[in-house]
């Protein structure tokens, strides 16, 4: 089942309870002005999102509607970072992490059949 935006800014708002946004957005490693932009439906960027989400203690495939069934490799994952863009749309985001999650199985199943 994939959450929505909104569905993540409930779930802010649920985690952050009776505190102030300060508070709030001090624990979770972002601004109050960013955390209050997220909480109120705002899209944030990668990093504020994985920020949030590690907060949350969600598994950020929720979000963008992928499988969360599957275990997490024990290897090195792959490390992206793409400049903030306010606009992205929800099927861009998917997409883009689609394709980060395909190429970092690439990368593992060439690694097996070397030998690694």
């Known amino acids: 089942m994939s959450l929505t935006i ?8 649920a985690k952050r309870g009776s505190r102030g946004i300060r508070a709030a957005a001090l624990d979770a490693g972002v601004s109050p002005a960013t955390f209050s932009r997220v909480e109120n439906g705002h ?4 990093q504020t999102f994985a ?10 495939r929720e ?9 997490a490799p024990r ?7 793409f400049k903030k863009k ?5 099927g861009t985001a998917k997409a883009l992490g689609e394709l980060i999650l395909a190429a970092q199985r ?3 199943a060439a690694e097996d059949q070397a030998g690694r």
């Open 43 to 46: 899209m944030p960027d990668l």
């Open 6 to 13: 909104g569905d993540f800014g409930r779930l802010l708002a």
């Open 75 to 81: 290897r090195p994952r792959a490390v992206v970072h």
């Open 63 to 71: 979000f963008l509607g992928m499988e969360t069934t599957e275990a």
């Open 106 to 108: 690439a990368v593992l």
């Open 51 to 60: 920020r949030l989400c590690k907060w949350l203690s969600r598994d950020p």
């Open 86 to 90: 306010k606009t992205v749309q929800m």
